[in-house]
C-alpha cells in the first residue's frame, strides 16, 4: 500500500527555519522521483523542489535557491526538505509528491500533472 505523509511544518518567524519530512512507503525507494510543491492562499501550486534517485538530480525554485535544500535517506524511506531564511511569501501548505516512473529526474521543474501520489500537505506559516 502506497503512504506518503509530510511532517514537520508550523509556525516560524521570518529569518527562521523548519524542515520538512516525507515519509514515502510502498514505493522501491530507489526508482523514484519525489518533489516538494506548495500552494499559498489563492495562488497555485507550485514546484519548489525535486530529488530523482535515477541520476541523483536535485531542482530548486528560484523563489527558494540558495536557502533550501532537499536530501533524501533511503534507508528511512524519507525526503527532507530543509528551509532556512523563511520569509513571509513562504507561507503555503507544503506537498511531497512521488512520481513512480524509474526514468524521471529532476532537470526542471517538476510537472504538477506528472505526479502519481500526493501527500495531504503540512501547513508552514512564517510571521513578519
Known amino acids: 500500500e502506497v503512504q506518503i505523509a509530510e511532517s514537520g511544518g508550523g509556525l516560524v518567524q521570518a529569518g527562521g527555519s523548519l524542515r520538512l519530512s516525507c515519509a514515502a512507503s510502498?514505493?522501491?525507494?530507489?526508482?523514484?522521483?519525489i518533489s516538494w510543491f506548495r500552494q499559498a492562499p489563492g495562488k497555485e501550486r507550485e514546484g519548489v523542489s525535486c530529488?530523482?534517485?535515477?541520476?541523483?538530480?536535485?531542482y530548486y525554485a528560484d523563489s527558494v535557491k540558495g536557502r533550501f535544500t532537499i536530501s533524501s535517506d533511503n534507508a528511512k524511506n524519507t525526503v527532507y526538505l530543509q528551509m532556512n531564511n523563511l520569509k513571509p511569501e513562504d507561507t503555503a501548505v507544503y506537498y511531497c509528491?512521488?512520481?513512480?516512473?524509474?526514468?524521471?529526474?529532476?532537470?526542471?521543474?517538476?510537472?504538477?500533472?506528472?505526479?502519481?501520489?500526493w501527500g495531504k500537505g503540512t501547513l508552514v506559516t512564517v510571521s513578519s
Open positions: 509528491a512521488v512520481d513512480a516512473d524509474w526514468r524521471s529526474n529532476c532537470h526542471y521543474a517538476p510537472d504538477y500533472y506528472g505526479m502519481d501520489y
Open positions: 530529488i530523482a534517485s535515477s541520476d541523483d538530480s536535485t
Open positions: 510502498g514505493f522501491t525507494f530507489d526508482a523514484i522521483a
